[in-house]
């Protein structure tokens, strides 16, 4: 599996970006998807994620009515829509897939240790 994150870049606060997430190498319909963020130094954090078929969405408190997780299954990307943008919110994004045919996998989402693949990061940058 290979996951390429683009999307990233400066934006004033208040502002919206979309990161996009793009998957190859693998039926990605099978897999659970997620974004998580990072901080230099920090753990990283989850954000969002969604199930196989896009039936089913989390997010984390700090993000909640400003960010949208979604997928697109016949193109194999996910994305990740974030409006409302505040300074906190700047970091390194992360697109994640948990391991295929995950049953469990809403209670794994804010894991980063539950996920087997991980795209390259993309930054975003977030000016007061």
């Known amino acids: 599996v290979q996951l390429q994150a683009s999307g990233g870049g400066l934006v004033q606060s208040g502002g919206s970006l979309r990161l996009s997430c793009a998957f190859s190498?693998?039926?990605?319909?099978?897999?659970?998807m997620g974004w998580f963020r990072q901080d230099p130094g920090k753990e990283r954090d989850f954000v969002a994620a969604?199930?196989?078929?896009?039936?089913?969405?989390l997010y984390a408190d700090s993000v909640k009515g400003r960010f949208t997780i979604s997928r697109d299954n016949a193109k194999n990307t996910v994305n990740l829509q974030m409006n409302s943008l505040k300074p906190e919110d700047a970091a390194v994004y992360y697109c994640?897939?948990?391991?295929?045919?995950?049953?469990?996998?809403?209670?794994?989402?804010?894991?980063?240790?539950?996920?087997?693949?991980w795209g390259q990061g993309t930054l975003v940058t977030v000016s007061s």
């Open positions: 994640a897939a948990q391991p295929p045919y995950s049953s469990t996998w809403s209670s794994r989402a804010p894991y980063s240790h539950e996920y087997a693949h």
């Open positions: 190498g693998r039926t990605f319909s099978n897999y659970a």
């Open positions: 969604i199930s196989w078929n896009a039936g089913m969405t």
